[in-house]
């Protein structure tokens, strides 16, 4: 991966907040001969089961969710702003109907694991798929979150992957 540094976690020094509610990121999943990439909003970093872990959201319907279901890993990409044209692309376009890649000049990159990730991210979180759950109606305490949020009940599943390598360029 010509250009990126690996760092560690804890030597990362980003406002977790900002990166997924301001910078958004590309979940990816798959290997290099068929995978897809959304743009995401929501997300988390934190410490889970005395790991360093990165959670992610993908509604059933999307394309990538059955990536991520029959991957191991995901990866999540942060862009400078110069590129939120792609992520707009990518969050509102479908690989389903969309050369997602051609159609936006993303330069894919395989990871030293072999996961995929782009030429262009800024910050990439490799991530092992520890645990997905889907989130649940019943669970809601606030209940206005489900009008708001799953008008058709198409509720999230989440993803826990351990982060198993940063990059940084």
Known sequence: MRGFKE??????????????????TLITAGNINSFNTMTASWG?????????????FIRPQRYTFQFAEKSSFFTLSFFND??????NYCGSRSGRDH????????????????????????????CMKLYSD???????????LISKN???NDFHRFY?????????K
Do not use: M
Not at 7 to 18: P, Q, S
Not at 44 to 56: D, T, V
Not at 82 to 87: A, G, H, T, V
Not at 104 to 110: E, N, R
């Open 7 to 24: 760092i560690a976690v804890k030597d990362l020094n980003e406002n977790v907040f900002r990166l997924f509610d301001d910078v958004w």
């Open 44 to 56: 988390g970093l934190g410490i889970l089961w005395n790991k360093p872990i990165a959670i992610c």
């Open 82 to 87: 110069e590129y939120r044209k792609i992520l």
């Open 99 to 126: 050369d997602k890649i051609i159609e936006t000049g993303l330069i894919p990159v395989i990871t030293r694991s072999g996961n995929i990730t782009y030429d262009q991210a800024r910050l990439v979180f490799e």
């Open 134 to 144: 889907n989130l649940h109606e019943g669970y809601f305490i606030v209940k206005e």
């Open 150 to 152: 799953y008008p058709i």
């Open 160 to 168: 826990i992957g351990e982060i198993e390598t940063c990059y940084i």
